[in-house]
């Protein structure tokens, strides 16, 4: 479904050139749900933006099907292909209704039948009719996202890109959007690019992932080998030791060298 | 160490008089603190932030302070002067924040911020307070600290922010340190750096400590005693060690409701709401 080859960003030229993506490479079957995991700066929200065309590629290509993504990208690339972003207090317009953000992709891309398919992509993420002409500030942050996810599902893509979906939520509403998501997928039969910093959520939605670290890909594993601890990497397996806990047993080697 | 407990808190209160009513954010909490370590868990709203400001005197302004009962090592907090409260905040009571990116001056150099913290709570030279800020800074593992300290907030990562931050609420040997999700801005890994220096500093001084946090299992491996909070109220308190033994069903559904690597439940158990806990 997906493939990225070599996938290189960079910005900036000379002395204040960097490059957040460095020759990553990774394949997506179609249905399949893929996670990318990586400290803050690397580089896996960039791949994310790079792939829907919001970050520029600097080298390697990206295939939706089979096919190279043109740029700019096309009106069939969104159908196919839309994005849930993090922040669900930023990524809805504060004065657009429900009602409003949900229209636009459709006007955009000339569809007709406005009417029906708002209210069933509302009944999708499930939430009642009741919350069609509500602003924003009217939802919880929970009820936000689920907006964020139906107005992504309205054009019945194939994929989602979803950058870090549940990281501004409460543990209780995670688990709800976290379950949405697995169900959505299996009713739907879409394929995800999940990302996140929290190894448990990719571990929860993902078959496989990628570790990235610095733009660079650490290893790519399952969630299988993450869960039986079987990460061939150290820094896959520090991440693991840091998302159980703290730990004071952990701290007394280094302790030991200051004192 | 004195049997006398350092922070003894009864029935507090937090309001919000708004043009649309009053809005309680804390209703009735009541605990006392020695030299421990204790962890307050909430979600979004529960206010467990307020409670900690409501300690220090950082209610904003619509806001008001009620408890039967809130004093520090024998001080009224809520008839003290303002100047007591002055020399108590930052002095012997210091609060670090979640975010280093906005709570650093940005346009002061970190040493200096420093510098500022400990002067205005000691009379002290220019020179010993240099000294004391430089120290301050290697202990919380700061590389060069002579460099940092000519650094601005811009100029350091969001770790080293946040330790800075650490060094300059420290700087003062405060009894009681307050820490609002003092981690939650930051990558796993870096946090758990974070935390061991701040496990380290509050073991080796003696000091209380109130960790405010949303992450139940963080606090709970963190902590000596948590305080679970729901609606404005203490819904649980037990021991950190007891945590797979809680009673209330809202902490054992906050516990539940988070995916493990350990073992894969699908779908996940969500929270329902008892209107019940709120009272």
Not at chain 2, 12 to 34: D, N
Not at chain 2, 131 to 157: G, I, T
């Amino acid at each position: 479904m997906l493939d990225i080859q070599n996938l290189r960003v960079t910005y900036g030229t000379g002395r204040l050139q960097v490059d957040a993506v460095k020759d990553v490479s990774f394949h997506v079957g179609t249905g399949e749900a893929f996670g990318l995991v990586g400290e803050s700066g690397s580089g896996k929200s960039t791949v994310l933006r790079a792939i829907c065309g919001l970050a520029p590629i600097s080298g390697g290509r990206v295939l939706v099907d089979g096919r190279e993504v043109p740029t700019p990208r096309d009106k069939a690339f969104y159908r196919t292909v839309q994005m849930v972003f993090q922040d669900p207090y930023a990524s809805l317009h504060p004065r657009h209704t429900v009602d409003r953000t949900l229209s636009e992709p459709l006007a955009i891309h000339g569809e007709k039948d406005a009417e029906t398919r708002i209210a069933q992509a509302l009944r999708e993420v499930g939430l009642g009719p009741s919350f069609r002409f509500r602003y924003p500030h009217q939802l919880s942050g929970g009820q936000r996202q689920r907006v964020a996810i139906a107005r992504a599902l309205l054009l019945r893509p194939k994929v989602l890109l979803l950058d870090e979906p549940t990281s501004a939520l409460d543990a209780s509403v995670q688990a709800e959007i976290l379950n949405l998501l697995d169900e959505l997928r299996r009713n739907l039969g879409l394929t995800y690019i999940l990302v996140s910093h929290d190894l448990a959520v990719v571990a929860h939605l993902c078959d496989r992932l990628l570790v990235m670290r610095h733009g660079e890909t650490v290893e790519e594993t399952t969630a299988a080998a993450l869960r039986t601890n079987q990460a061939a990497s150290d820094y896959t397996r520090s991440l693991i030791n840091a998302s159980q806990g703290f730990s004071r047993d952990a701290a007394r080697p280094e302790s030991a060298l200051t004192r | 160490m004195t049997t006398k407990p350092l922070l003894e808190v009864e029935d507090l209160r937090v309001r919000f008089h708004l043009r649309t009513g009053t809005v309680e954010a804390v209703r009735g909490v009541s605990f006392t603190l020695g030299r421990e370590r204790l962890g307050i868990v909430g979600e979004s709203g529960s206010g467990k932030s307020q409670t900690g400001r409501a300690i220090l005197g950082l209610t904003p302004p619509p806001g008001e302070v009620i408890a039967k009962k809130l004093t520090f090592d024998g001080i009224d907090l809520l008839t003290a002067s303002k100047r007591t409260l002055r020399t108590l905040r930052g002095g012997r009571i210091s609060m670090v924040m979640q975010d280093p990116k906005y709570s650093l001056n940005p346009v002061m150099t970190i040493g200096e911020q420093i510098i500022e913290a400990y002067q205005a709570h000691t009379r002290s030279g220019r020179a010993e307070a240099r000294d004391k800020a430089l120290a301050m800074l290697e202990a919380v593992k700061m590389r060069d600290p002579a460099r940092v300290f000519s650094l601005y907030p811009h100029e350091v990562s969001g770790g080293m922010g946040q330790r800075a931050m650490i060094a300059m609420m420290l700087v003062t040997d405060p009894d009681l340190l307050i820490a609002d999700e003092p981690t939650s801005a930051l990558d796993v890994t870096v946090s758990m750096e974070i935390l061991r220096i701040l496990d380290e500093l509050v073991a080796e001084r003696g000091m209380g400590l109130i960790f405010i946090s949303h992450d139940l299992k963080l606090v709970s491996s963190f902590c000596d005693r948590v305080l679970v909070m729901y609606a404005g109220r203490v819904v649980e308190e037990l021991e950190a060690k007891n945590l797979r033994e809680a009673k209330h069903p809202y902490t054992q559904g906050l516990m539940r409701c988070l995916p493990t690597l350990a073992n894969d439940v699908r779908p996940l158990p969500t929270l329902s709401r008892d209107p019940a806990w709120a009272q």
